[in-house]
């Protein structure tokens, strides 16, 4: 039995993801700037820790129960658990602990933060256990796993101390942002698979999707982000706009390497090796990051209404 690969199946690699806790952090500072003073640096560890221990849970999960089809694809089926280097009751128990001790971690910071990170480990289990397993499911399997960024920009809220609940806008925005990119996840993969019927028993949305249906769900998820985007910038700060020609190029750029041979679309935790597209997208993040707290007074009287609502009768 090899240590190493017990910890391989928790996925400490894909912790990269979390990243996406920073923007509700950020919110949380911008919406209560009382936060940015009162909380501790151990509350927002505690945030951290304990959403890398509930996903790790979820990983875990989805390596048992994707062994047998992992069998199916050209580079998973030498992952721990399908070549046999992995116990499955060792595995099971692995599970638990990682989700006891991620659950019981956030529960000593609050309510907000339990619930969020009890909300990621529930999605992971809808996502990967029958006879729901929406990750079967053509757009559910994408709607499914990308909702994790909306519940880990609340984590990043809530590990800030916020109270409040987070605006609907930028949850819904985060959201279509996040099938964006597991869209593009899913047209690589079968791009990278090249074979309808093995895809298939690799994953069985794939027996339904095809590179059309990818590209216009892509399509439409982007689209929604845009506009969802609009109403927040709309509502609570008009000075993002000076951001969405990077935020554009990053999505672009993406987009991009979705047509890539072996895309590093498919293993998005690997992302920051390639500059390509960690440029743009790290550019679109300081572009937001400076313009959440910089206020543009002129920017606010150009986009003001330039008509008044008629009341109606």
């Keep these: 039995m090899a240590i190493a690969d017990y910890i391989k199946i928790a996925r400490p690699s894909h912790w990269f993801k979390n990243i996406f806790i920073i923007p509700g952090i950020l919110l949380a500072f911008y919406f209560e700037p009382e936060t940015a003073s ?28 994707d062994a047998p089809a992992d069998k199916h694809h050209p580079d998973k089926a030498a992952r721990p658990i399908p070549s046999g280097r992995v116990a499955l009751p060792f595995a099971y128990a692995e599970w638990i602990l990682l989700t006891l001790a991620g659950l019981a971690l956030a529960g000593l910071f609050g309510k907000g933060l339990f619930f969020s990170c009890a909300s990621l480990w529930i999605m992971g289990l809808i996502y990967n256990i029958p006879p729901v397993r929406s990750k079967d499911l053509p757009y559910l399997d994408v709607l499914s796993e990308s909702i994790n960024n909306p519940i880990r920009m609340a984590i990043g809220w809530y590990s800030a101390g916020a109270a409040q609940l987070p605006t609907l806008s930028v949850l819904l925005s985060y959201w279509m942002f996040g099938a964006f990119l597991m869209a593009v996840k899913r047209f690589a993969e079968l791009r990278h698979i090249a074979d309808g019927a093995r895809a298939a028993r690799y994953r069985k949305s794939f027996s339904f999707y095809n590179e059309e249906r990818l590209l216009v769900s892509i399509l439409f998820y982007v689209a929604l982000f845009g506009m969802f985007s609009g109403v927040f910038i709309a509502r609570y700060r008009v000075e993002l706009v000076l951001a969405t020609p990077f935020v554009a190029l990053a ?63």
């Design 38 to 65: 009162q909380t501790s640096w151990l509350q927002l560890a505690a945030g951290i820790i304990a959403t890398c221990m509930v996903a790790s849970a979820n990983y875990v999960l989805n390596e048992i129960l």
């Design 251 to 313: 999505l672009a750029s993406y987009f991009r390497i979705g047509f890539k041979p072996n895309s590093p679309a498919m293993n998005p935790e690997d992302l920051w090796r390639y500059k390509s597209i960690l440029a743009p997208i790290s550019l679109a993040f300081a572009a937001c990051a400076v313009l959440l707290f910089f206020d543009l007074a002129e920017m606010r009287a150009w986009f003001a209404p330039a008509f008044q609502m008629r009341a109606l009768p």
